[in-house]
T-cell receptor
Framework: AQKVTQAQTEISVVEKEDVTLDCVYE???????LFWYKQPPSGELVFLIR??????QNEISGRYSWNFQKSTSSFNFTITASQVVDSAVYFC????????????FGTGTKLQVIP | SAVISQKPSRDICQRGTSLTIQCQVD?????MFWYRQQPGQSLTLIAT?????????ESGFVIDKFPISRPNLTFSTLTVSNMSPEDSSIYLC???????????????FGQGTRLTVV
């Protein structure tokens, strides 16, 4: 069975601070995908990143960066110099890489960036 | 990428009625997925819909309550039947897209249908 744990329920930071959202996962698969999605107050799910389990390179995209540590089954997400527009619920997710892409979501971390 | 359109985007419905949610994709896809997100909760998979076969339901979800149609490779509907206030949620459809040049896959989501049952 697959499981995704986001221990941080809510985080508040002041604008321009850096913030890291934690994600720990469990799977028996040797090949899998990890995702981060952003859900702003409007409700739609916005894709941020997908990482293959064989690719442990960290990734940076603008103010966003992701740290994938297979040894600790973690896929943490850092926002640098946070902005008010970053306020949203962020979901970490895991999917099988074989067969259909059923996605298992974490419970989400609500990030509030205070101006 | 894939563009997914869901209708309606939101609705307020009376207890005991049914609502059908439509999901249209701009690409042909093999599998479509329906998720439910209850208020303040994460997303839970309801069922997987293949074209030409009956949907496969996850534990806790049954066809009588959430009938699904998948008439072709670009369209699906989810019906929430005999609604109660507990069905108030965001319902999202999702597709798996395979990029044939790289054989990578990615999950795309519709914008969701926000349902309130009164």
């Amino acid at each position: 069975a697959q499981k995704v744990t986001q221990a941080q329920t809510e985080i508040s930071v002041v604008e321009k601070e850096d913030v890291t959202l934690d994600c720990v996962y469990e799977t028996r698969d040797t090949t899998y995908y990890l995702f981060w999605y952003k859900q702003p107050p409007s409700g739609e799910l916005v894709f941020l990143i997908r990482r293959n389990s064989f690719d442990e390179q960290n990734e940076i995209s603008g103010r966003y960066s992701w740290n994938f540590q297979k040894s600790t089954s973690s896929f943490n997400f850092t926002i640098t110099a946070s902005q008010v527009v970053d306020s949203a619920v962020y979901f970490c997710a895991l999917s099988e890489a074989v067969g259909y892409q059923k996605v298992t979501f974490g419970t989400g971390t609500k990030l509030q960036v205070i101006p | 990428s894939a563009v997914i359109s869901q209708k309606p985007s939101r609705d307020i419905c009376q207890r005991g009625t049914s609502l059908t949610i439509q999901c249209q994709v701009d690409s042909q896809v093999t599998m479509m997925f329906w998720y439910r997100q209850q208020p303040g909760q994460s997303l839970t998979l309801i069922a997987t819909a293949n074209q030409g076969s009956e949907a496969t339901y996850e534990s806790g979800f049954v066809i009588d309550k959430f009938p699904i149609s998948r008439p072709n490779l670009t369209f699906s509907t989810l019906t929430v039947s005999n609604m109660s206030p507990e069905d108030s949620s965001i319902y999202l459809c999702s597709v798996e897209l395979i990029f044939r040049d790289s054989m990578n896959t990615e999950a795309f989501f519709g914008q969701g249908t926000r349902l309130t049952v009164v």
